[in-house]
């Protein structure tokens, strides 16, 4: 055979000393590199052609014993090295389903050719494991697109050694219309204006190289605009540095109604407007007192009620009724008080007793399970995904399988049981057989914080009680030094008034999906946790700085940004806030089943009331997970039948007792109907174009229906249906 008449002249000159090859430091990350362990080959979930290895390499022993022991060994030829399977398989010497996947003329060959004659070492874990990864150069700033730099990866082992590893290294752009990646030559080029992020992976090591292409149109000179706080100086510091020049301020009418619903999802009403519009107060006083009366109102509390809800996932599904409202209102009076966040998430993670009783308890009955109890966690209060980690190590991320069964172990003594009223559940710690155990092996996993942080409470060994685990955690979740509890929630609140987080998605922080503006983030964070964890204190900073309150307008130098709040972005209402802008803008509650007829939907306990409507139409979150996602703002073609043709704008509009109906009947002139009929939707007077239009129109025809036409007119405008 061809592989054999190839190993007889090679043998002799591999066969001469070479340096020592072990499995971990050498082998590993050829067969990485390679793909052999990817999703696609043999680090598929049931492996391939009967043959499996860990997914990218994350468990070295596993496959290493696979490597040795499959086949019987047959795969290793100690005597002919050369005639080993491992090499006349992936040089294609024999049919090979994975094709060619290096010559025998490379290193690879040689380095694995070596291996198998020095006897297949595995190596030594505290020395030839990497400890760290370094990478040249850190930080990339192109002048313009078209620009290429080559990369360095040098990984440094327990005993100081290093090795430049950039040909065995995988690295991608997590923008690669920005940032294009040749990863057979190490260099990366910049392909259009913005910014990017390299990711880097190595053996289990991570590192990210930030890439910025900048504008190189000639003429940018540095505008500066006034700074209302530390986020305007932050923001344009970054701006600068990147040739962008800020929006100025939005006009007054328009704030008001950004952030009438961004801090209460209602929209101003229209004698609101009007007083605000009037009002000669200096442009920032004048706004920060709004912002503060906005704030003081039963609506806000409403507002953030509904959110927490649905991250914590207050569904009669889960909970029943009667426990859907109990959380709920244990929710909103902890807002209402404005409890400090830490605080009441250090109630949430120890409750227990019963669900009626101890409300904050049914935290638990949604997940049920100490896994699934642990990832809902971590997403909601620490922003990151650990479910990726339960059959293998992240594999965007430092996390292990190991720390995902050692932190769901926080977990495993909570139970759940019936009590005794008609849907009431006891939450208890069990107190023996609830130890959490490794797949894989059966051993026993014992608690351990995912990060080590300042502070921590000290862990004793793992038989330690229920109660004692989950107070550990909860204690160092919310400890001020915990490094991803305080960023997580200001990353959160921050996205919910900016359209985007700092870090986006909010619940993915991780290397490979840095922050925008990581200065920013870390001093929202600092912020946050100087005021003790003090919600509205972080909302009312991050409202009053001029980035919130930038106009959505462009300019020259902006219009091509979408990350780094150089401009307002347009924001689609959600779901909620939308039904209760038709409601308000026509003077028309919708009949919600099973609630008081003026209740409002950001009020209402869970989704199931107004199930399959309008709501759910219109991307209300389900509240079947945690996550963000389930919430939908954007705009479908169903959405806009609806609008148009359906019931809920079209029955508001022609209320008998809306707004349209008590106007025409007040005997009000057309000017001031046309004029209320703005300021009751869009929350602004009509511009004098806008103002002859709709006189025109409603002098042209019978009076009711002409001012019911321009009200569904205005309810179907884009200037309605987003906040700008």
């Not at 779901?575 to 089943?593: C, H, I, K, Y």
């Not at 139409?617 to 806009?640: I, K, N």
């Amino acid at each position: 055979m061809k592989y054999l008449a190839v190993s007889s002249v090679l043998v002799a000159g591999l066969l001469a000393a070479e340096p020592r090859v072990t499995y971990l430091k050498d082998v590993a990350p050829i067969l990485n590199k390679a793909g052999c362990t990817s999703g696609p080959c043999h680090g598929a979930a049931k492996g391939k052609n009967g043959f499996k290895l860990s997914l990218r390499g994350y468990d070295p022993q596993f496959d290493y014993e696979a490597l040795l022991y499959d086949l019987s060994g047959r795969r290793f030829n100690r005597a002919e090295p050369g005639k080993s399977l491992m090499l006349a398989k992936p040089t294609q010497e024999i049919p090979h389903g994975g094709g060619l996947r290096f010559e025998t003329s490379t290193t690879y060959y040689k380095t694995i050719f070596n291996w198998i004659a020095q006897g297949v070492p595995f190596g030594d874990p505290a020395k030839d494991k990497v400890a760290t990864l370094a990478v040249e150069p850190t930080d990339i700033a192109m002048a313009k697109p078209g620009e290429k730099l080559a990369l360095k990866v040098t990984a440094t082992y327990p005993d100081g050694t290093t090795r430049e590893v950039t040909r065995e290294a995988t690295i991608e752009s997590n923008t690669p219309d920005v940032a294009r990646v040749d990863a057979a030559n190490a260099t990366v080029a910049g392909e259009r204006m913005g910014e990017a992020t390299l990711l880097l992976r190595y053996e289990g090591k991570y590192a990210t190289i930030p890439v910025a292409v900048l504008n190189p149109k000639p003429g940018f000179v540095w505008k500066p605009l006034a700074q209302h706080n530390y986020i305007d100086q932050l923001i344009d510091a970054k701006l600068q540095k990147m040739k962008v020049q800020p929006s100025g301020l939005v006009d007054d009418a328009a704030f008001l109604r950004r952030v009438s619903l961004d801090l209460t999802g209602q929209l101003p009403a229209p004698e609101e407007v009007r007083a605000f519009l009037v009002d000669v107060t200096p442009n920032k006083l004048k706004r920060s007192k709004m912002i503060d009366k906005l704030m003081a109102k039963p609506a806000f509390v409403d507002q953030w009620t509904m959110k927490w809800s649905d991250l914590l996932q207050s569904s009669r599904k889960f909970l029943g009724e009667k426990g859907t409202y109990g959380f709920r209102e244990w929710i909103r009076e902890s807002l209402a008080a404005n409890k400090p966040y830490d605080a009441w998430v250090r109630e949430l993670i120890t409750s227990s007793g019963s669900s009626y009783e101890s409300p904050e308890a049914n935290y638990y009955r949604t997940t049920r399970d100490a896994k699934a109890t642990m990832e809902k966690t971590t997403q909601v209060f620490m922003g990151t995904r650990m479910v990726c980690a339960q059959c293998h190590d992240h594999p965007f991320e430092k996390w292990t399988q190991n720390q995902y069964f050692e932190m769901s172990a926080f977990f495993s003594g909570v139970g759940v049981r019936p009590g005794y009223e008609v849907g009431e559940e006891i939450i208890y710690n069990q107190r023996a057989d609830f130890e959490m155990k490794h797949p894989k092996d059966g051993r026993v996993m014992a608690p351990k914080y995912l990060v080590a942080s300042a502070g921590a409470p000290p862990l004793p060994a793992y038989d330690f009680d229920a109660r004692k685990r989950r107070e550990a955690f909860a204690n160092w979740l919310t400890s001020r030094e915990n490094p991803m509890f305080a960023k997580s929630a200001a990353n959160r609140v921050w996205s919910y008034f900016l359209g985007r987080g700092i870090i986006d998605p909010v619940d993915d922080i991780r290397a490979s999906n840095p922050p925008v503006n990581a200065a920013l983030l870390d001093a929202l964070t600092k912020d946050f946790v100087a005021h003790n964890f003090d919600l509205r204190y972080l909302m009312r900073t991050i409202v009053n700085s001029r980035a919130y309150q930038a106009s959505i307008t462009t300019n020259e130098w902006n219009a091509t940004d979408v990350t780094n709040f150089s401009h307002a972005m347009p924001r689609r209402l959600g779901a909620e806030s939308l039904m209760d802008a038709v409601a308000q803008a026509t003077g028309a509650r919708p009949n919600f089943p099973e609630v008081p007829d003026d209740t409002a939907a950001t009020q209402l306990p869970d989704p199931h009331v107004g199930k399959e409507g309008f709501l759910d139409l219109f991307g209300r979150p389900t509240r079947e997970t945690a996550c963000e996602c389930e919430r939908r703002t954007e705009l479908s073609l169903p959405q806009a039948l609806n609008l148009v043709n359906g019931a809920t704008i079209s029955d508001a509009v022609a209320d008998p007792k809306g707004r349209v109906a008590r106007l025409v009947l007040s005997g009000r002139p057309d000017a001031a109907v046309v004029e209320e009929l703005y300021l009751a939707s869009l929350s602004r007077l009509p511009s004098k174009a806008e103002a002859e239009s709709g006189l025109a129109y409603l002098a042209g025809g019978p009076r009711a229906g002409r001012a019911q036409d321009l009200l569904w007119a205005l309810l179907n405008s884009k200037a309605f249906l987003y906040s700008w």
